[in-house]
């Protein structure tokens, strides 16, 4: 599965767009882009993904650039309770392994 | 439903005790796998299950076991605890292709003294 290397924290204003980048440079044309989140103590929570089209749902856009080989995803509206750990995994539709690998992701921080 | 559970919420071992953690999911989901998280860390997959009687390891399986006798159940047993295996363990669970949502529990949170 490619690697995946994201900022370590991001600050954002409450109310406005958080943009959260990552890069996936070595991402092959079978495997999806996953973001998922973790706010603090609790378990991770799925977001969103994508394979090559840009993608939007009740939670956030995830826009992948046409390469592949950076993807973003948009809060358009932070809340305070958008502070959480965000994730961005690559990995292969089915086959064989069917997991998903966990980076340290970025600490987006909402503030007030 | 009450999605994926997982007992005890906390616990504390002494090193070379044995132990298991429970998970259960109420989804019929097929996929159920196990992370570990550790302080300042990301997560990291232990072992994962395809299915019934299907198991296979992720990135850390050293000093854990796991099985799969129903859908429903997907126990992390640790066979002689270490105090490298202080964590917050994770389990979750999916319908069946990767593309599904993955549900997370609530998490254990072990201490090995």
């Known amino acids: 599965d490619a690697k995946t290397t994201q900022p370590t924290s991001m600050d954002c204003a409450e109310g406005r767009a958080a943009n959260l980048p990552c890069n996936h440079s070595?991402?092959?044309?079978?495997?999806?882009v996953y973001w998922y989140r973790q706010i603090h103590s609790q378990g991770p929570q799925y977001i969103i993904h994508g394979l090559k089209n840009n993608e939007t749902n009740e939670m956030a856009s995830l826009i992948i650039t046409e390469d592949r080989k950076s993807s973003t995803l948009i809060l358009p509206h932070a809340t305070l309770r958008d502070t959480a750990v965000y994730y961005c995994i690559v990995s292969s539709y089915g086959g064989a392994t069917n997991k998903l690998i966990f980076g340290t992701g970025t600490l987006l921080a909402v503030q007030p | 439903n009450a999605g994926v559970t997982q007992t005890p919420k906390f616990q504390v071992l002494k090193t070379g005790q044995s132990m298991t953690l429970q998970c259960a999911q109420d989804m019929n989901h097929e996929y159920m796998s196990w992370y570990r998280q550790d302080p300042g860390m990301g997560l990291r997959l232990i072992h994962y299950?395809?299915?019934?009687?299907?198991?296979d390891q992720g990135e850390v399986p050293n000093g854990y076991n796991v099985s799969r006798s129903t859908t429903e159940d997907f126990p992390l047993r640790l066979l002689s605890a270490a105090p490298s295996q202080t964590s917050v363990y994770f389990c979750?669970?999916?319908?069946?292709?990767?593309?599904?949502?993955?549900?997370f529990g609530p998490g254990t949170r072990l201490t090995v003294l």
């Open positions: 070595t991402i092959s044309g079978n495997e999806y």
């Open positions: 979750a669970s999916r319908a069946g292709q990767l593309t599904d949502t993955q549900y």
């Open positions: 299950s395809v299915g019934a009687g299907i198991t």
